[in-house]
């Protein structure tokens, strides 16, 4: 009884271990994406900006 309980300690260490290095991951890849996130929303504005015409500028064919 005594090795069967030793066993089941072993196996729950290992797996609190496992759960929070999984969460470090979890938390760095959500940093990762929030970051990625930001910059594309960021290129998007940059990119409409390029794309609307400025009231003063003539049209292209001019």
């Known amino acids: 009884m005594d090795e069967r309980l030793t066993?089941?300690?072993i196996r729950y260490t290992h797996q609190e271990r496992l759960l929070h290095e999984l969460s470090a991951v979890v938390h760095e890849q959500r940093s990762l994406i929030?970051?990625?996130?930001?910059r594309v929303r960021d290129l998007e504005r940059?990119?409409?900006?390029?794309?609307e015409p400025s009231p003063n500028?003539?049209?292209p064919h001019y």
């Open 7 to 9: 066993e089941i300690e």
């Open 34 to 38: 929030d970051k990625l996130d930001a």
């Open 57 to 59: 500028e003539p049209p």
């Open 46 to 51: 940059r990119l409409a900006d390029l794309e």
